[in-house]
């Protein structure tokens, strides 16, 4: 049965990964993770079965999109229905609701909170080195480690599915990712603190096997990631997302995607209006920063800005691109002012330690990511519908990142990929939770990588089942959806 949120309060206190606790020894966190696999035998994770009250998975989607742009959700359907992962990547929400029904170790960490495999991937770090890691926090909050793992396990195969991987091939894929977790685990068990707060995952010094995974310009800017590399590529994403207007570049205008303030339609804030809501807002933002952040900052001036669609499951949420320029033209920034609302998790992991969504993202990503962007921020604003209030975080929207086509993988260069997110959850993991315990509960053995190989297997069957769902809804006219789109 699903876990209702006052279950969720009684079961899981309000705290957050990094509080101090009791002082145990080395042995007696192995203890711990011992006994947790007492109480929770690994074979218990193989199985699922939606409950008997299980929630409309449609209904469900209908409640996430009441606080989203009305004239935006129907792209979020269409784009669900493109696929079994496009699908899966949306219903965060659903699998929620079905993960708090499951077996639970008792053991906590700073969740991703939709850790599938496309939220992962390569970004630069702030010493200008590009690494492998998890990008996306929208969800992030303490909860039981496992569910995180179980929801990257599904992700790839339900990958596998789609790409025309064999059973035996989708079967080596999860393993692979689960192993690659439990193995990362138990290494970073035996680490020092600071050893596993600076571990990272740069790409030029990856076995070479890992960087297959990349586009050859991919590789070569993993190759040769320094500062000139950089500046060719943010030029680059600079003539993308914008065209020249009287000498000055402006964001182009994709309607609905992407539509620039001056040309959305009657019914939104005026342009002075809102400029005086921007202007206020990063004043108040760029204070989350650290003094040497906010003074960069403010070398830049703010030349345009767009509402933007981004991915799946965000569709429908307020997101800002923001366009800035430093010293010239050829010096851009562009900031993404991306909406945060409460984790879908929320409701059975526990409420969040933080009263501001867009503030609990931003810790939540500070906490797991080994280096995170610079101008990370978050702030409360009027830039909500009608004026209401609306937590939001701040970004660069594009800082060397790089998309990964994980739809058009062969098996081989997938098992590679899933076994390097499998290796970087763990890294996000260890930082939080109780690492040796979490160690020690997984074991040496391949007992919990087949346990949740058969997990994801059942799962990827519930998500085919729960697009048909929304197919129906859609046919039925319970929904409206914009495909192609």
Not at 268 to 284: I, T, V, W
Request: hydrophobic share 40%; charged share 25%.
């Amino acid at each position: 049965m699903s876990a209702t949120p006052q279950a969720a309060d009684r079961r899981a206190p309000r705290s957050r990964p990094g509080t101090p606790q009791p002082r145990l020894s080395p042995a007696e966190r192995a203890d711990v993770g011992k006994a947790a696999r007492a109480a929770t035998p690994r074979r218990k994770h193989a199985s699922f079965e939606p409950a008997a009250d299980r929630p409309d998975p449609v209904s469900l989607l209908q409640q996430q999109a009441t606080t989203r742009v009305p004239g935006l959700v129907a792209i979020r359907y269409g784009r669900m229905l493109a696929s079994p992962l496009a699908f899966f990547r949306g219903a965060a929400l659903p699998m929620a609701a079905d993960l708090a029904g499951t077996p639970s170790t008792g053991l906590r960490v700073q969740l991703c909170g939709d850790a599938h495999l496309s939220n992962f991937g390569v970004f630069a770090s702030p010493e200008r080195r590009l690494v492998f890691d998890i990008n996306d926090f929208d969800e992030t909050l303490p909860g039981p480690w496992e569910w995180d793992v179980k929801r990257l396990a599904t992700s790839l195969e339900v990958a596998a599915r789609g790409n025309g991987c064999s059973g035996r091939h989708r079967r080596a894929i999860v393993l692979a990712a689960v192993a690659g977790y439990r193995r990362a685990m138990r290494r970073f068990a035996g680490m020092s603190d600071l050893d596993v707060w600076y571990a990272h995952a740069e790409l030029d010094e990856l076995h070479p096997e890992y960087r297959s995974i990349l586009a050859a310009g991919q590789r070569g800017l993993a190759v040769s990631g320094r500062a000139s590399a950089g500046r060719r590529y943010n030029l680059q994403e600079l003539s993308k997302l914008t065209h020249v207007v009287h000498g000055r570049p402006r964001i182009r205008s994709d309607p609905p995607l992407q539509v620039r303030l001056a040309d959305l339609e009657e019914g939104q804030p005026g342009r002075a209006e809102f400029d005086a809501q921007l202007s206020d807002f990063l004043a108040r933002y760029i204070r989350t920063l650290e003094p040497d952040r906010r003074f960069l900052l403010g070398q830049f001036e703010v030349a345009d800005m767009a509402r933007r669609v981004a991915g799946i499951g965000s569709v429908g949420m307020r997101c800002w691109v923001v366009l800035l320029f430093g010293r010239d033209q050829d010096d851009p920034l562009f900031l993404q002012v991306k909406e945060a609302q409460p984790s879908v998790l929320s409701a059975f992991a526990g409420a969040s330690a933080y009263a501001n969504s867009g503030q609990r993202v931003v810790r939540g990503q500070r906490l797991m990511q080994a280096a995170s962007d610079i101008f990370l921020g978050w702030q409360r604003t009027g830039m909500g519908p009608a004026g209401q209030p609306s937590d939001f975080y701040v970004r660069q929207l594009r800082d060397w990142k790089f998309s990964i086509d994980v739809e058009s993988m062969p098996p081989r260069s997938l098992r590679v990929y899933g076994e390097l997110c499998g290796w970087s959850l763990a890294r996000a993991h260890a930082r939080s939770g109780d690492r040796i315990a979490i160690g020690a509960y997984l074991g040496g053995g391949a007992a919990f990588d087949h346990a949740v190989g058969d997990f994801a297997a059942a799962y990827a069957d519930q998500n085919e089942r729960d697009l048909k769902a929304l197919q129906a809804a859609v046919a039925a006219g319970q929904v409206t959806a914009r495909t192609g789109i």
